[in-house]
């Protein structure tokens, strides 16, 4: 009986942690800026405006990427996200989104264990 309570509070504990973990912020900019690429009329300034935002939700939460992170991987997030704002910067659609699935791949591969 012990053994199978034991077994069912670790599993739950286990599945819990299978989440991410704190980068849901980052991510719900990411999909919000996506929307608005996703929209038949692109607002450049709109979505220059949130990738603003997610600059410095970066530079907020930088310390918290280096502690998760290598450096490697939040180096190269800092950049994709200064090369995001300049393709938007440029109206370069393709550019841009490629860039914003840069930057959520970093942010998913930095906050999974």
Do not use: P
Not at 40 to 61: A, F, P, V
Not at 99 to 108: A, C, D, G, H, W
């Amino acid at each position: 009986m012990k053994k199978g309570m034991l077994a069912l509070i670790s599993f739950i504990i286990l599945s819990a942690c299978s989440s991410l973990v704190g980068g849901d912020y980052f991510l719900e900019k990411i999909t919000s800026i996506d929307q608005h690429f996703s929209q038949q009329e692109t607002d450049w300034k709109k979505i220059k405006e949130e990738c603003y935002e997610l600059k410095r939700l970066y530079g907020k939460n930088e310390w918290k990427l280096q502690l998760l992170g290598d450096e490697g991987e939040y180096e190269d997030l800092k950049n994709s996200i200064a090369k995001l704002i300049t393709a938007i910067e440029e109206k370069d659609r393709t550019q841009a989104r490629i860039e914003l699935s840069t930057v959520k791949s970093f942010i998913k591969d930095i906050y999974s264990l």
